[in-house]
């Protein structure tokens, strides 16, 4: 792995703003310039409360990909 996101997961309600930190973590020996893109695309989650009330945390709604 080339980078750290942080925060790897997080919930953004409508209206709301929210900063990734994203930072490289591959080798201080780079022989060229690289180039990457970072793709963030939105999963649907269920806004419905859980049936057993026993269930708390947040569910991932979006995903972070990085390529060249």
């Known amino acids: 792995e080339e980078f750290s996101i ?3 997961q997080l919930e953004l309600k ?4 929210r900063s990734v930190k994203v930072t490289w973590t591959g080798s201080r020996e780079i022989e060229k310039e ?3 893109r970072l793709a963030i695309t939105e999963l649907p989650i ?3 409360k ?7 945390g947040t569910q991932l709604n979006f995903l972070m ?4």
Do not use: F
């Open 50 to 56: 859980p049936e057993n009330n026993s269930q708390t």
């Open 46 to 48: 269920n806004l419905k």
């Open 6 to 8: 942080y925060p790897e």
């Open 34 to 36: 690289l180039s990457y």
């Open 65 to 68: 990909e990085i390529g060249r």
């Open 14 to 17: 409508a209206g709301s703003t």
